[in-house]
């Protein structure tokens, strides 16, 4: 008895409410086919997508990641969020090339409510992309348990990432959005990663004032009154706030490099 031995890859989508899972909506309604082991995700805006949830994708094993809006410029939000989608979506593109990964992973697309058959044709097109590369890893030529140090790496430093690219998230190129193809260079996304700040508390100077404690935005602080203070590491989002909220008669706080 022969069985199918071909691979069957794991892919989850995030798409919009308003248009990309209408389009979803009527690809079902009309009988076009997809694969059935795409696992979709409807929130109200493709916005909403952020670089935690792909990450955390890959890191529980998907092989492959979808974002689906609406068409630019016909966002059903003021905020016109499918932009800053498209960046984010860039970004995390050439995150995953920094860590080996192939970006060919991960694809952002835009449906309309009424374009079903064109929602098949993309999901059945990175159904056979993903299938092609195989097992998350397999193409990359990683290991799975370095692979997976790789990914939790960046997932621990999202929250700098994204604070030390914020001005390029919010962008809206309405005017250009070929431009979001090159908005994140190579050569920009290994020097973020190579200059991650670390950030301690020197004993020996520290006051216990409880200012940065009082400050930081993550409670990566601990201490109390008369309680010489420390930073958590595994809490702290390298955003320097505690460095800035330090007084200097004190200086307690220092920078170094992670």
């Known amino acids: 008895m022969s069985s199918d031995s071909r691979f069957t890859p794991k892919i989850l989508g995030i798409i919009c409410n308003w248009c990309c899972y209408g389009g979803a909506d ?3 309604v009309s009988r076009f086919q997809y694969p059935p082991y795409i696992r979709l995700i409807r929130v109200m805006c493709s916005a909403r997508a952020d670089l935690r949830h792909i ?3 890959f890191l529980n094993g998907a092989d492959g990641m979808f974002v689906g809006g609406c068409h630019l410029d016909d966002c059903h939000y003021i905020t016109h969020g499918n932009y800053e989608a498209l960046s984010m979506v860039r970004l995390a593109g050439k995150l995953l090339e920094h860590i080996g990964v192939n970006p060919k992973r991960l694809r952002i697309e835009w449906v309309s409510a009424g374009e079903g058959i064109r ?5 059945n097109e990175f159904s056979s992309e993903v299938e092609r590369l195989g097992p998350l890893g397999k193409s990359e030529g990683i290991e799975l348990s370095e692979l997976t140090s790789r990914i939790q790496m960046v997932v621990n430093l999202i929250p700098y990432i994204k604070m030390s690219k914020r001005d390029k998230l919010a962008l809206h190129l309405r005017d250009n959005p070929t431009a979001y193809d090159e908005l994140y260079t190579k050569e920009e996304i290994d020097q973020l990663l190579s200059e991650v700040p670390s950030f301690e508390i020197d004993k020996d100077k520290c006051q216990a004032c409880m200012i940065c404690l009082k400050k930081c935005p993550v409670d990566a602080i601990v201490g109390g009154k008369k309680q010489v203070h420390f930073i958590s590491q595994d809490k702290c989002i390298k955003c320097g ?3 800035a909220a330090c007084p200097p008669r004190f200086g307690a706080i220092r920078q170094t490099s992670a």
């Open 26 to 28: 009527l690809c079902g």
């Open 55 to 57: 990450f955390e994708a």
């Open 241 to 243: 706030t505690c460095l």
């Open 119 to 123: 929602f098949a044709n993309i999901m």
